[in-house]
């Protein structure tokens, strides 16, 4: 079977036998249907290296990402990279404005606004999360350290939104909206969550009582966030979107998943609330979308007519996520009634993924002057995003189909295959739009959205669809009293009954034991410091500790190795009691990245045997892991060259 990307390379799969797959670029447009695999210049090689495509993948997908998941890593390392280029080595932070090829565009202003330094921060500690690669924290650190310094009232309190390259704050005495109040918390949580660095901490809950005491409207008839307050906060008008579902995406979520406090509960079933009575209730006397401005009593603006499809499916998104960890019919219903509802009025069936933007009254495309119609970098993500997590809760094809199908677009045409990073605009047939440039940063786009994008695709993929591990890693500064960190990746779902858990541990290359994989934490005593490389897998598998007679399990040979090894299965696996489990095996480098993967199905206690190259792969120390989905086993393997 062969994938095709927007650029003409094509990928080709074929099978060596027994299980392992690999691949040949040929750079023919001719052949299946076009999907995209990688860039050429930046993907090529991880693909040649380390892709491992299975030939009947499990849900059908066509997008080789899907297929699998691990191509988002390489995917995530690619866009984080894009925006060294704009980070100030000098007064620390990113510049906000961005051309196609990564420069500083100064004729746009040399800006570093504190929505861009929060979301680059978000950006650079996934990155880091995905690929071990400590030099993302550093540029985290630094977007935090220049957002913190100068981005925050300290005379009202709140975060300022323009800040020039020096710190300097850009039209201090501006109305604060609770989209940039809500965005200034993505990047330090997330800085937070993977370091549980108390600075971060700070900056949270500092932020956090900001927003309950200015912005939010606690009267029983008009609860919710302001949408708006001036500097003072003396003044405050409005609701909305942003400041509704913003707050769930940014913040109120990950809060009650990592603190588990009932305060953080109570407010993310008010937002909630808001959403299904407001946002969603107003669907019904509208042409297309929802209402999504409103007066200070959610009433309406009758002015406003804008709806935009990217922000229907990010309620389904947030509203999946709810249910998942918060089960509730009406949250699960509403969220599949957005989706339906987008994939009937507001998404290209042709060419895959959502449309831009609407009038909700008419019903009317909004094409801004220009002869095609238009889709945008961030609403892609969100068709994909509630597409799997849509998929996860129902398993209704359909939901996957919209993810597959809009992750396929977005490699194939908003990837730019020769700077890197993504495009902010295309037509819906994948072409450029001239009138509006090809830049990748500006006052809204960061590297946010194509990072989160790689994010949730990594963990959907493994945990959701593949139900495969996935490997997070952390770091933490050592402290003066032992902690209890709660990691918490993606939501569980607890409205089945399923979830992930806490699977294995590592700390400098060293299996770490202490972790409560119930509870989904890790205990670090005082004295420990560095980075813990996290494998997370479905809460049903536990590990299988080797006995002392190895053949019962696991056996592996020659080991050390050059070009190949061969593996024998005990009757662990092959025995009578286990010939209906379906047998997995992975390989997995180092950085925790699964450089081969097959089936092992077919073996039995009369030919328990098979052997697997390894001559492509770089010397080094590896994982073989074994699963027969209730019970894993595992062995070192070491390559030399």
């Known amino acids: 079977m062969g994938y095709t990307n927007a ?20 750079l023919s447009s001719s052949g299946s249907k076009s999907h995209s695999l990688m860039s050429p210049k930046h993907f ?27 191509l988002f890593v390489g995917f995530v390392q690619e866009s984080a990279d894009f925006w060294r280029g704009v980070h100030d080595s000098v007064n620390g932070g990113f510049f906000t404005n961005v051309s196609r090829e990564g420069q500083l565009i100064t004729a746009w ?6 929505l861009t330094q929060s979301r680059n921060l978000y950006a650079m500690v996934r990155a880091f999360q995905l690929t071990g690669d400590e030099s993302f924290l550093d540029l985290a650190e630094s977007a935090f350290g220049f957002m913190t310094a100068h981005g925050w009232d300290e005379t009202n309190g709140g ?13 201090a005495n501006a109305f604060k909206t609770a989209f940039i109040q809500h965005y200034a918390m993505l990047g330090p949580l997330a800085y937070a969550e993977a370091t549980d660095d108390s600075t971060a901490w700070r900056w949270v809950d500092r932020t956090m009582d900001y927003l309950n005491d200015v912005f939010w409207d606690g009267s029983a008839s008009r609860k919710g966030y302001f949408d708006r307050v001036n500097r003072t906060g003396s003044f405050r008008t409005g609701k909305s979107f942003n400041a509704t579902v913003d707050a769930l995406t940014t ?23 808001n959403i299904i009575d407001h946002l969603v209730e107003s669907m019904d006397s509208q042409a297309i979308g929802f209402a999504e401005k409103y007066d200070s009593n959610w009433l309406a603006l009758v002015d406003e007519r804008m709806t ?22 009406r949250r699960l219903e509403a969220a599949r009634a957005l989706t339906d509802h987008v994939l009937e009025k507001g998404y290209d069936h042709q060419f895959g993924g959502p449309y831009k933007d609407y009038d909700r009254t008419t019903g009317t495309m909004q094409l801004y002057g220009l002869p095609d119609s238009t889709k945008a970098w961030w609403q892609m993500e969100q068709a994909f995003t509630a597409g799997l997590e849509l998929y996860r809760l129902t398993d209704d094809p359909s939901y996957l189909d919209m993810a597959d199908e809009t992750i396929s677009f977005f490699m194939d045409h908003f990837v730019d295959p020769v700077y890197g990073e993504v495009y902010a605009d295309r037509t819906r047939r994948g072409d450029g739009i001239p009138q509006w440039g090809d830049h990748k940063g500006n006052g809204y786009k960061a590297a946010y959205h194509s990072v989160e994008t790689g994010w949730y695709g990594y963990l959907y993929g493994h945990l959701a669809l593949a139900r495969t591990p996935a490997t997070i890693h952390y770091r933490f500064d050592a402290s003066d009293a032992e902690r209890v960190v709660t990691l918490a990746p993606l939501e569980n779902d607890t409205s089945m009954g399923e979830g992930y858990a806490i699977y294995s541990v590592s700390y400098s290359g060293m299996p770490w034991t202490s972790f409560d994989a119930a509870t989904n934490t890790l205990i670090i005593p005082p004295s420990v410091e560095g980075v813990f490389t996290v494998v997370f897998d479905q809460a049903n598998v536990v590990a299988v500790e080797q006995p002392s007679d190895q053949t019962r399990t696991l056996e592996v040979w020659p080991n050390p190795t050059r070009d190949h090894i061969s593996i024998r299965l005990g009757d662990a696996f092959t025995g009578s009691a286990h010939l209906t489990r379906s047998i997995q095996w992975y390989l997995i480098d180092a950085l925790g990245r699964t450089v081969q993967r097959g089936d092992m199905t077919h073996l039995s206690s009369t030919s328990p045997t098979w052997h697997l190259e390894t001559n492509f792969l770089a010397s080094g120390v590896y994982t073989l892991l074994v699963t027969d989905t209730v019970q894993r086993v595992s062995k070192r393997v070491v390559i030399l060259k």
């Open 308 to 329: 935009i499809m990217g922000h229907v499916l990010k309620t389904a998104w947030v509203l999946g996520r709810m249910h998942a960890i918060l089960p509730d019919a």
């Open 109 to 114: 202003g040399t800006n570093k606004d504190v």
């Open 251 to 273: 913040h109120a979520i990950a809060l009650w998943m990592l603190r588990g406090d009932d305060v953080y509960r109570i407010r993310l079933e008010e937002l909630t609330d």
């Open 44 to 70: 090529v090689t991880a693909a040649l290296m380390s892709l491992v495509l299975t030939p009947d993948p499990s849900h059908g997908q066509q997008s080789a990402f899907l297929q699998n998941p691990d």
């Open 159 to 171: 975060w300022f939104s323009g800040l020039s390259s020096g710190g300097s704050v850009l039209n």
């Open 7 to 26: 650029a003409g390379c094509r990928f080709v799969v074929f099978p060596y036998p027994p299980f392992t797959f690999f691949g040949e670029i040929i």
